[in-house]
């Protein structure tokens, strides 16, 4: 069924990217220059983690209308980590508006540490992609179900967005970030101590559900389909399914632009111009608004906590194509349109 | 001269908003849904902004392809104060590479307020658009002419993207400003401390530089002009002339995404997903990116420093037409094309 | 066998303050003068210590021989909430060396809010007499012991300095605050994750036996020969036995001098100049060294915590008397002389 | 005239310290001990202090009855630097009430950096012995005189304070300190937008008045007698002169007890116990209330700014004597009395 909805796609001859071929291979160029960048170190808070080797990478592609490329690394399953905090906050909206999501969480970004413990002026947490919001988020999802089904309900909308690739649990990540994580537990007191949650709120259960979602494990090649879910406004492309209400989708790139990158947003904002989120697994995911959706993986992290590999791909790809927010500005010199 | 290039476009009939007559008297309506908006107070701290009237509003837009539409008090003479950040740092770029402007200046929100006495952590000013970076810009700019030559490079430069139109300079505003500037020659000597200058920077005449270039008038008319030079990618729609690199305005445009509004920078880019820049005088210049640039003034002022009023139009006009920077997201649910 | 120890003294007639009578006639008036003192509000965030009434006010007074004055509510049961940190940190430091115990918690007034979520620059919290330091204070008590153990060693010790007067233990309190004690864990964990307890600790046991210390009652009466064997160097001065190390006690005021009294000790080291510390039952215990203790107590607090009546007793007692640290700076104006 | 005043003494036999050979026979021990520690680093900030020798080092001591004792470099004029803070403070306190000055300054230990561009919580410098305290403080000082009586006012207070013994001013050090003194200058604006001065406040000439205060020269034997004034309460022990009023001495001795040894003042007051204060010319002047004043020189500083050789010169006398504030509590083990 799904194969029909691509081939119908094909014979019209009016994919995105049209010379898909020549795109590949600028792509498979960059992953080989990329590769040497040898810098960085493999988180190692849990020994999950630590056990990820350095050489790994991998990068996979798929565009609005299904096209893939996949280089390296690609079958391995990784964890979301942080990847999994624009997806639980993209579900919150696909429910509830806008207005009712920003009374427990800002839209700033917090100009701190990603896991400081510090609230904003009204008492919020700055925003949906630090741990503090994405905590607070996890309590908005599906609140009146009990925790299984919670989390039945997410991973089966993230398959979904995967185009139903991909997606396992890593259940021994999921104890050693309980067992590891005093900050997360701090700052989850912290949160129900200003009532930064909604009523009747379980802190444990929340916390749990949080630490189920980082530890939910995509391939690049799944993840890159999510990503491209995002880019085609909710759509997956692969199964043509509607997953995700736009408007969701719209604002959850929004943030993803100005908060996706830890501490190092801004410039990435300004360098790469792209809605993107990185996970301390090393995984970084790009969307490219209706164009395609990338998935990079490399664990070894620089001081920010983003792969070093992720972020050099995403710098490169965008020098060469014309995919930075500000690029298509009128009278501007050319790169390349894929 | 000019007109014959604007008369040229108009015969081609491929303007970029076709239904012009349509546009401007939805823009009429948004005037008069704001006027009676009537919170915010009037910035107080020197008596030439004071004596501004509350009951001040006007609106101009310029097309990229030099359609003109005004409304209100759009002929009075208001100054620049931080809308002229984002000049200085365009005209920066305009003869330095990016890499060497941002060794002096950062990339990132600062989550704090405008003035603080606070650097990033590698002790730049935060961005170009707070008063720190604005300062520092200062000092790059030009920086062997003498000060004369300077402020003459400078307000030639506006005229140029304001097409010719008003500009004036404030004397009694730069005097009251350098009178009243404890705040910012507080900044100015912690800079030099932390030796963010460039060497053989005179701070004095820095920041002399910086009032005076805060004291600059237009009127909402030519400021619409310069907003739709910038919407153009440099090139003044109404002269035809390259002014600026594109790859300046592109940068420019950027970080007036990210941190043009003060404190409600984030929320901005959230609800309305534009480049702007607000001024402690009312002055709210927003660029709609290869469409149109808008300019509005009503003086009264909420508790972030933006125009109450300028804020309010922003938003109604993102609410009515596709302007938002991911309203264009595939398979969302369309607002009207202006 | 008590009796005889005071009866001895005054056998001997070299009573530190001679003439105790009119001594306590200068305190009655004092304290009719406080008690018209209303302002303040009783704290409230749980129902135990909400119930206290606004009107009750006591005063006590034990001199390091032995002689008494009490007045007002001074047999009422009083929790000793944060009053029990200096009395935890001298008995660790009665067992333990300043050097192993300063390895865990500094000695500085924190310029900051007595909950804040703040570690010194070395990663201890500031002082012993702040929560985050009173828990790892309470962490390193009797460590070996099981958990009833220790808080039997702990209450004994405290009876053991009130002279076998009374002591008990307000369970209710202990629950309430237990409940709604998000703070305090919050602290707990990040104390955790910044490896400030020593190795083996149990934090939830640990933040038990906080939340249990501050759940012990005295009355005005015996809290008053708590601070007499303070200001005795730790020798009861009811039953003449020593209960700490002089080293300790010497410590301990130390501490209380520069810390005791929240944000506004440094006001309070200015304005009385003697150890204190003050708990958010209303409770004030003063240590005048070498003279006598002196047990306020009145629950409405001020701004910074401090009972309003207690703040304002102590003002006044150091106005009449010759007890400031500094008051016997020779050539100065003298004072009464107790 | 003077020495009728030191012989009577003599001849009354009543000298504070009365075995004065015995004692300073251990302060030269003590002092030769000292001689050995080499680290720390000179300050550099200014030509003229980086030219001070690593291996300067001097103890004077001087009694409230006016017996003194001096070993090393003892005759080498050195810059009071910020022991001219606590003098400057005494002063102000000569004259107008307590409640009046500290309308402009508090009496907290900052919990900051000494030259943090930070204020209190109601907008006052911290305390009178941190740069933005001392810098109001000199606003403060004989404002109705103009700059050169004010100066000739303050150094004859100083000289007279110093039993007209050496008293110098280093020009060069003055034009250095007003050279590179980017952060005064930033702390001087900064604290005039928070209106900290009183109405009239010439900055300029307030922060001229404060370099010069610090570029004043005393020698440790000069500085060691007043040091021994303020022991003395006040009255000059050379001269048997009253210079300061004693209320102005106490509050003095209070504020260097808790502040007066920049971030390691904590640390000084618990394991020392004494008022101090150093200077970043390697001062330090030590106080022992109603015994003597030390002045020791040394010129390596540590991290905190504190004189290395100073501070273990402090805590060895308080090893060996009974100086600290709760050494003389009833009950303790002792240690020499002087």
């Known amino acids: 069924g799904e194969n029909i909805f691509l081939i119908a796609k094909a014979f019209h001859q009016n994919f995105i990217i049209p010379e898909f071929t020549t795109f590949c291979e600028n792509i498979e160029d960059l992953y080989w220059k990329v590769k040497s960048k040898t810098d960085g170190k493999v988180a190692s808070y849990i020994p999950q983690l630590a056990r990820y080797s350095p050489d790994l990478w991998g990068v996979s592609v798929c565009t609005i209308d299904g096209q893939r490329y996949s280089i390296g690394d690609v079958d391995v399953p990784v964890c979301l980590q942080s990847v999994s905090k624009p997806l639980t906050y993209a579900l919150v909206l696909n429910e509830q508006t806008p207005e009712v999501v920003h009374q427990y969480v800002g839209h700033e970004p917090s100009g701190r540490q990603f896991n400081e413990i ?3 002026a009204d008492n919020k947490p700055h925003n949906p992609l630090i741990n503090s919001g994405a905590i607070v988020l996890c309590s908005l999802l599906k609140q009146d179900f009990n925790l299984a089904d919670r989390f039945d309900y997410t991973s089966q909308m993230f ?8 997606l396992s649990f890593n259940n021994s990540v999921f104890l050693s970030e309980r067992e590891t994580a005093d900050r997360n537990f701090a700052l989850g007191y912290y949160l129900r ?14 916390l749990d559900f949080y630490f189920q979602l980082c530890s939910v494990e995509v391939t690049a090649q799944s993840g890159s389909v999510i990503a491209a ?14 997953v995700l209400d736009a408007g969701a989708v719209r604002n959850t790139l929004s943030l993803m632009h100005s908060c996706g990158m830890y501490d190092y947003s801004g410039q990435f904002a300004f360098d790469v111009g792209l809605p ?4 301390v697994s090393g995984s970084v995911m790009l969307v490219v608004p209706n164009v395609m959706g990338v998935y ?3 664990p070894p992290l620089d001081q ?3 792969s070093c590999k992720g972020i050099e791909f995403c710098e490169e790809l965008v020098d060469k194509f014309n995919f930075h927010n500000y690029d298509n500005l009128r009278h501007t010199h050319r790169k390349l349109d894929p």
Chains 1, 2, 3, 4 share one sequence.
């Open 229 to 242: 879910s995002l880019a085609n406004g909710g759509i997956c492309p692969i199964t043509g399914e509607r």
């Open 304 to 306: 920010y906590g983003n």
């Open 296 to 298: 990079m993986w490399a």
């Open 276 to 279: 993107a989120k990185s996970g």
């Open 118 to 120: 510090k609230l904003s």
């Open 159 to 166: 398959k979904r967005l995967a185009g139903n690739e991909h």
């Open 193 to 206: 101590e200003y009532k930064c949650f909604p009523k009747g709120t379980n802190l444990m259960e929340t």
